[in-house]
C-alpha cells in the first residue's frame, strides 16, 4: 500500500513544472492537491494494488476535459487530461524507488553504477 506521505514525498521530489506525460499536468499541479483528492487518488491505486489489477486498471484511461480559457466556444479550447497517465506514473515511479532502496539495502544493485550508465530508466 502507498501512503500519503510516500505520495506527498515523490511528488515533492519532483522538479518544478515536470510533466507526468502528454496530459499536461506537472509536478506543481500534484503538489497543490488537496489533500482529501489525493487521499482519494490513492485509495484507487491502492484497491488496484492490493486486487492485483495493476495493469489491467491502465489499459483504459480517463480524458478530462479542461477549459483552456471562460469562454469556450469550439473543441480547440478545451485541454484533454490524461488521469490515469499521471496516476500509473506515479505509482510506478514509487514502486520503482522501494523495489531500488530494497535492492540497495541488500547490495543488489549500487546506485552508482545504475546513474552513469542510466539502464532502463533507473536512475534515481
Avoid at 12 to 28: E, L
Avoid at 46 to 74: G, R, Y
Amino acid at each position: 500500500e502507498i501512503s500519503l506521505t510516500e505520495w506527498n514525498r515523490y511528488w515533492t521530489s519532483k522538479s518544478r513544472d515536470t510533466t507526468g506525460g502528454i496530459s499536461g499536468i506537472n509536478s506543481n499541479h500534484m503538489k497543490k492537491l488537496d489533500p482529501s483528492i489525493s487521499k482519494y487518488i490513492l485509495k484507487m491505486i491502492n484497491l488496484n494494488i492490493k486486487h492485483k489489477h495493476l495493469f489491467s486498471l491502465f489499459k483504459c484511461d480517463v480524458n478530462v476535459a479542461v477549459p483552456k480559457t471562460d469562454n469556450i466556444e469550439d473543441i480547440g479550447q478545451i485541454r484533454p487530461l490524461k488521469m490515469l497517465e499521471v496516476f500509473r506514473k506515479a505509482m510506478l515511479g514509487i514502486l520503482g524507488r522501494r523495489i531500488m532502496s530494497i535492492c540497495e539495502i541488500n547490495k543488489l544493485l549500487s546506485i552508482t553504477s545504475i546513474n552513469s550508465s542510466k539502464p532502463n530508466g533507473f536512475a534515481k
